[in-house]
């Protein structure tokens, strides 16, 4: 049965709150690191731990969000997360230890990514019938943009920075809290709806078949890891910095430069999740979004001036998630959605992980900072073959079926 158009795009709405939410959350780190280096006297290991503990538990926990979303129903699950999401804000701005900061980041990652598993399998499971890739389109270019909200904080809350590293964190305990009134409402909405958009997770989980899926699904799950573990820990944890020390941008102009990214992403992504829905070659399209990836990180190892790489990667970020996450929700079956988003998402925390911990140490033991800016190109160095491998990885993926 289909769910009536009315129903489908207010779910869509509050789905997004729950997305602009978790969006802006994880990304109010990156604006606020030379203030945590400056005030708290972090090291660039532990900002990039910052977001590498958000993403930890998740190896794990992503995968168990998934089932949970399979067996129990999605309604309980976005409420739940979406609490945990708004306690784990609110720990993250209680102190200016590193101790608490990481703690509170942990448990809003543990809420988090099960949340936006939730989210995206709800959104399978509304619009599978018409209009699934212009859905997911426009719930990311809301994710999006949160994330650009909170790129250009320091430009349109100034006052905000000026007093210190916790008023712009209150902020994101706010927004997360915005985003749990949105949870209770889509409860409320999908309960009321007799379409059911819920009824695959009422049907029996196998744990037999977990990871019992087709080689089409992992060459997405390796596009995926690949391609989220270059562009996030850069844009969402040291790009603000290294345009700061390499290219010589104030703290807002290197804020608002970071943010163009999710701009053009906020405008584009829609555009290319209705291209997806028409031309359905999603194949063709990852290969292209994950080789302008690439030349991204090759300008910027040539110096090339960062404003005109910025809206290279929002488009690469606009067109690969576009594509990537409707492409799931048609290679696999609805009583099964929720678990493979969680594998999925499951295995890409394991690359931000790896990546954030990775990049800051690769900072660290290259001097990387103002006084020596061409410490940052090792850094570079590493992401550009992280994307050199999402290019292979989607190649391979499109020799296998060129129409997903």
């Known amino acids: 049965m289909d769910a009536a158009p009315r129903a489908r795009w207010a779910v869509l709405a509050l789905l997004g709150l729950l997305m602009f939410g978790a969006y802006y959350g994880y990304d109010a780190i990156a604006p606020l690191a030379e203030t945590l280096a400056r005030d708290l006297g972090f090291t660039d290991t532990q900002i ?6 958000y993403s930890a538990p998740n190896v794990v926990m992503v995968l168990v969000g998934g089932v949970l979303v399979d067996r129990y129903g ?71 943009a949160g994330s650009y909200a909170a790129d250009v904080s320091p430009a349109w809350a100034p006052s905000l920075y000026a007093a210190g590293w916790r008023p712009p964190l209150l902020v994101a305990v706010a927004v997360a809290g915005v985003g749990l009134v949105g949870a209770i409402a889509y409860a409320i909405v999908d309960r009321r709806a007799s379409v059911g958009a819920h009824d695959a997770a009422a049907e029996r989980f196998e744990w037999r078949r977990l990871l019992d899926f087709g080689p089409r699904y992992y060459f997405l799950v390796a596009t995926c890891v690949l391609f989220y573990a270059t562009i996030f820990p850069f844009r969402s944890t040291f790009a603000v910095k290294y345009y700061q020390h390499a290219h010589q941008l104030s703290l807002e102009e ?121 410490g940052y190109r090792a850094m570079l160095g590493f992401f550009a073959l992280s994307a050199l491998g999402a290019v292979v990885a989607a190649a391979l993926g499109a020799v296998r079926r060129s129409r997903l």
Not at 48 to 53: D, K, M, S
Not at 301 to 330: E, H, K, N, S, Y
């Open 48 to 53: 990039g731990g910052l977001n590498a503990i």
């Open 74 to 144: 999605l309604r309980r699950v976005l409420i739940g997360t979406a609490s945990i999401v708004f306690a784990g804000a609110a720990l993250t701005a209680a102190r200016g230890d590193f101790a608490t900061m990481a703690a509170g980041r942990l448990v809003f990652g543990l809420g988090a990514e099960t949340m936006i598993i939730a989210i995206t399998t709800a959104i399978g499971l509304w619009f599978k019938q018409a209009n699934l890739a212009l859905a997911m389109a426009l719930a990311v270019s809301v994710a999006r």
């Open 254 to 374: 290197a804020s608002t430069t970071n943010g163009i990214v999710f701009l053009a992403a906020v405008i584009a992504t829609p555009i290319f999740g209705g291209l997806a829905d028409r031309v359905r070659r999603h194949g063709a399209l990852l290969i292209g979004g994950a080789l302008l990836l690439l030349a991204s990180f090759g300008l910027l190892l040539i110096q090339t001036d960062p404003r005109i790489v910025t809206v290279l990667l929002g488009i690469t970020f606009a067109l690969v998630p576009a594509v990537l996450w409707p492409a799931v929700a048609l290679e696999v079956e609805p009583a099964r959605l929720g678990t493979a988003y969680g594998l999925m998402a499951m295995l890409q925390n394991v690359g931000l992980t790896v990546a954030n911990l990775v990049a800051g140490r690769i900072n660290d033991a290259s001097g990387a900072g103002a006084d020596h800016p061409e």
